[in-house]
Nanobody, 127 residues
Framework: QVQLVESGGGLVQAGGSLRLSCTCS????????MAWFRQVAGKEREFVAA????????YSAESVKGRFSISRDNAKNTLYLQMNSLKPEDTAVYYC????????????????????WGQGTQVTVSS
């Protein structure tokens, strides 16, 4: 089993920055592809960014490119999301997700490819 715990959310003014962290336990972290998704109440979960296992190739949604950066520290079993130039429309609950190795192709933006999810952390951006 994989346990994921997010932290770092909060209230920030537009234009500000936050760094989210996701600590992983229960499995070798470097073997997991990881991602961040976000969700607003009443809407579908939205892909934000992902990073591949081992080598760490990154993928980002168009809406956050140039503002958000995903990274991982395999020695610390931790995933990060650096969020800069935040906008009110970034307000959401942010979830960390993990995808273990699978015979099927990993599609970074597809939430069904992730078998493990954290409990979420709220990010609120005020205008």
């Amino acid at each position: 089993q994989v346990q994921l715990v997010e932290s770092g959310g909060g209230l920030v003014q537009a234009g500000g920055s936050l760094r989210l962290s996701c600590t992983c336990s229960g499995r070798t972290f470097s073997s997991l592809a990881m991602a961040w998704f976000r969700q607003v109440a009443g809407k579908e979960r939205e892909f934000v960014a992902a990073i591949s296992r081992s080598v760490g190739v990154t993928y980002s949604a168009e809406s956050v490119k140039g503002r958000f950066s995903i990274s991982r520290d395999n020695a610390k079993n931790t995933l990060y999301l650096q969020m800069n130039s935040l906008k009110p429309e970034d307000t959401a609950v942010y979830y960390c997700a993990a995808a273990p190795p699978s015979p099927t192709r990993w599609v970074p933006e597809n939430p069904s490819k992730y078998g493990y999810w954290g409990q979420g952390t709220q990010v609120t951006v005020s205008s």
